[in-house]
Protein backbone atom coordinates (compact mmCIF):
# COMPACT_ATOMS: atom_id res chain seq x y z
CA UNK A 1 0.00 0.00 0.00
CA UNK A 2 1.64 3.34 -1.11
CA UNK A 3 1.76 6.28 1.56
CA UNK A 4 2.45 9.74 1.08
CA UNK A 5 5.03 11.78 1.40
CA UNK A 6 6.36 12.36 4.65
CA UNK A 7 8.88 14.51 5.89
CA UNK A 8 9.53 12.80 9.57
CA UNK A 9 10.09 9.50 7.71
CA UNK A 10 11.96 10.92 5.18
CA UNK A 11 14.14 11.61 7.80
CA UNK A 12 14.58 8.25 9.15
CA UNK A 13 15.39 6.66 6.02
CA UNK A 14 18.09 4.15 6.47
CA UNK A 15 17.58 2.16 3.25
CA UNK A 16 16.24 2.58 -0.28
CA UNK A 17 14.83 -0.06 -2.27
CA UNK A 18 13.01 0.38 -5.75
CA UNK A 19 10.91 -1.73 -7.51
CA UNK A 20 10.26 -2.57 -11.37
CA UNK A 21 6.88 -4.13 -11.66
CA UNK A 22 6.95 -7.02 -14.30
CA UNK A 23 4.63 -4.93 -16.90
CA UNK A 24 7.71 -2.74 -16.95
CA UNK A 25 10.71 -5.45 -17.64
CA UNK A 26 9.75 -5.17 -20.96
CA UNK A 27 10.72 -1.54 -21.31
CA UNK A 28 13.81 -0.68 -23.68
CA UNK A 29 15.77 0.74 -21.23
CA UNK A 30 19.46 -0.33 -20.58
CA UNK A 31 20.70 -0.45 -17.19
CA UNK A 32 22.32 2.89 -16.85
CA UNK A 33 18.94 4.25 -17.48
CA UNK A 34 17.63 2.38 -15.07
CA UNK A 35 19.86 3.73 -12.67
CA UNK A 36 19.22 6.86 -13.61
CA UNK A 37 15.44 7.22 -12.98
CA UNK A 38 16.04 5.43 -9.74
CA UNK A 39 18.28 8.38 -8.75
CA UNK A 40 15.90 10.83 -9.98
CA UNK A 41 12.79 8.72 -7.79
CA UNK A 42 14.78 8.58 -4.48
CA UNK A 43 16.57 12.28 -5.43
CA UNK A 44 12.45 13.72 -5.07
CA UNK A 45 10.73 11.18 -3.57
CA UNK A 46 7.40 13.47 -2.90
CA UNK A 47 6.96 13.00 -6.83
CA UNK A 48 6.91 9.36 -7.45
CA UNK A 49 3.68 7.92 -7.88
CA UNK A 50 3.73 5.11 -5.68
CA UNK A 51 5.77 5.52 -2.56
CA UNK A 52 5.76 3.19 0.70
CA UNK A 53 7.59 3.26 4.02
CA UNK A 54 8.75 -0.22 5.77
CA UNK A 55 9.48 0.27 9.36
CA UNK A 56 12.65 -1.36 10.24
CA UNK A 57 13.90 -1.62 14.02
CA UNK A 58 16.47 1.43 13.47
CA UNK A 59 14.92 3.54 10.81
CA UNK A 60 12.27 2.80 7.62
CA UNK A 61 13.03 2.01 3.68
CA UNK A 62 12.09 4.14 1.34
CA UNK A 63 10.48 1.76 -1.40
CA UNK A 64 9.60 3.05 -4.95
CA UNK A 65 7.69 0.88 -7.19
CA UNK A 66 8.53 2.42 -10.39
CA UNK A 67 5.21 3.04 -12.68
CA UNK A 68 4.99 4.10 -16.15
CA UNK A 69 3.92 7.65 -15.35
CA UNK A 70 7.51 7.84 -13.71
CA UNK A 71 9.44 6.64 -16.48
CA UNK A 72 6.71 9.44 -18.92
CA UNK A 73 8.29 12.06 -16.15
CA UNK A 74 12.19 10.63 -15.88
CA UNK A 75 12.73 9.50 -19.85
CA UNK A 76 12.11 13.28 -20.83
Given at each position: ?76
Amino acid sequence: MANAFDPYREALVIETNTVWPDDLADAPLGDSTRRRIEEQLHADPAQATELEYVRLYTGFVRKITVTAADLGDATS
